[in-house]
């Protein structure tokens, strides 16, 4: 295997990638949307890798590196870990190719994914669930390899994985009837960044290649301001299939060559665009799906004009999250406040709060009061959501002038995180 620092996807890779996965994925539309068209003035395409078998690109890497595998390797079939997309992809391939497989997953992973890796890898696939996070997982899997031989296959750093990938450049290249100026690549290990760069900076160098990370787990972008492969200590996991600590050797290599621009959008962000396309245009993402989008709003001015595609990497979205999803949006957009308020002990206080602080549009969403006999004051925990984020200095003000003691929590994130 070439060293990491050597490697770079050839054309002649990459197309005997899209061979191997002939007959075994769907060739995802290229699709313009004409909502985001008209809200940045530009032409978006979106390349819908949501609509794929697994619902996420995942199945292109992983089925390409099975299909490299010999007869003999073959034999003691494969093993990989993964809390979702890279599982459901790695899953199929078993189940195509008649071979054995074990998926570790974490003990937290939700029954909505273990269920779908089941149900892709029918009687070909076992699912073993050991440890609380994804890095247990992972360790156990290539525990399993070394002990019984079982072909270790890697979520992104992996060449065969990585020329996997890249095949939706050439998809997007083969259907687009425009030069594309821009396209916005959601980053997570970065093996499809690297791949998709790879394809574009060989076939299309005009295009300008921006990855998009989740702020809360910058990886790929900290290692290139670092120069080398960093290893973040803390991420915020909320979005999954792109919140990694420690990006690829490969794909860290390739993404320091063809990666223009790499932006982080900020969570709640995020959330609101997976509001948007729903409510929009019913199309259903999850966090990581909705990142490329995301980015957009960044990239208002250099875009208008353009030709723009933004990947559309996956749709394994669990309905559950869908509180939680709202929830960080309306606190992005300064919509959803949370206070402790002090409420004096007597009858009419809550009354008095709603009738003289309370705005003709602004509504409680969370109360949580406990009566103390022995004090003057009780605190009350409130969760205030308002309909325009200007009206939460009239909120504020109307509080100190009715003379209710109170703390924001919004803003400190110790208290915010154990009450809410």
Known sequence: ???????????????????????????????????????????????????????????????????????????????????????????????????????????????????????????????????????????????????????????????????????????????????????????????????????????????????????????????LEAGKVLELKNIDKFVDGAAVQKVGEYTFEICKQVVDHIITVPEGRICTKILDLYNQDAIVLEPAGALSIAALDFYKDEIKGKNVVCVVSGSNNDITRTEEIKERSLLYEGLKHYFIVRFPQRAGALRTFVDVVLGPTDDITHFQYSKKTNREKGPAVIGIEIRNKEDFNGLVQRMEENGFIFEYLNENENLFQVLI
């Open 1 to 223: 295997m070439n060293s990491p620092i050597k490697y770079f996807p050839r054309l002649q890779e990459i197309n005997r990638a899209k061979i191997n996965l002939n007959g075994i994925i769907m060739q995802t539309p290229l699709q313009k949307n004409i909502n985001l068209s008209d809200e940045f003035g530009a032409n978006i395409l979106l390349k819908r890798e949501d609509l794929q078998i697994v619902r996420s690109y995942k199945l292109r890497g992983a089925y390409n590196k099975i299909a490299h595998l010999t007869t003999e390797e073959l034999k003691n079939g494969v093993v990989c870990a993964s809390a979702g997309n890279h599982a459901q992809g790695v899953a199929y391939s078993c189940q195509k190719l008649g071979i054995k497989g074990k998926i570790y997953m974490p003990t937290t992973t939700p029954l909505q994914k273990i269920k779908q890796v089941k149900m892709f890898g029918k009687e070909f696939v076992e699912v073993v669930l050991t440890g609380d996070t994804f890095d247990d997982a992972q360790n156990s899997a290539v525990e399993d390899s070394i002990k019984t031989g079982m072909a270790f296959i890697h979520p992104f750093d992996d060449p065969q994985i990585i020329e996997g990938q890249a095949t939706v450049a050439l998809e997007i290249l083969q259907d687009s009837k425009e030069q594309i100026d821009f396209v916005f690549i959601p980053i997570g290990g970065g093996g499809l960044a690297a791949g998709m760069g790879a394809y574009f900076k060989q076939v299309s160098p005009q295009t300008k290649i921006i990855g998009v990370e989740p702020a809360g787990a910058a990886s790929m972008q900290k290692s």
